[in-house]
């Protein structure tokens, strides 16, 4: 990791809205274009452009040169470390549910 520019947080990057639709673009096509993203917002290329630059830095999108064309795709497996984190809270309401569903049955 670059120290002066380190990698940034995977949920500061997934917390914006363009950016979590971008992932889900993504995950819905093997690979797209500039352009073709870029067509999906009411924002410019630029803009676009700094959003894959802050998912590539958290490793989300990996890119590849094809001719003058750059095509991105998702690479879902950073998104493992937010299943985790939210898992816990699924289990914490789950079993208070549970407890609830327990007291109103008595």
């Known amino acids: 990791m670059n120290k002066t520019h380190p990698k940034h947080d995977i949920y500061v990057a997934i917390a914006d ?7 889900r673009l993504l995950a819905d096509a ?3 274009p500039l352009h073709e ?3 999906q917002f009411q924002i410019g290329r630029t803009a676009v452009s700094k959003h894959l630059a802050i998912l590539k830095e958290t490793d ?3 890119n590849r040169k094809l001719g003058r064309e750059t095509r991105y795709r998702l690479n879902a497996a ?3 470390e937010v299943k985790d984190w939210l898992s816990f809270y699924e289990k ?7 407890l609830l569903k327990k007291i109103l049955e008595e």
């Open 92 to 98: 914490f309401w789950n079993e208070r549910a549970t």
């Open 30 to 32: 093997d690979e797209l």
């Open 17 to 23: 809205p363009t950016r979590r639709k971008i992932i």
């Open 78 to 80: 950073p998104l493992q």
């Open 60 to 62: 989300l999108v990996i």
């Open 37 to 39: 993203l870029t067509a």
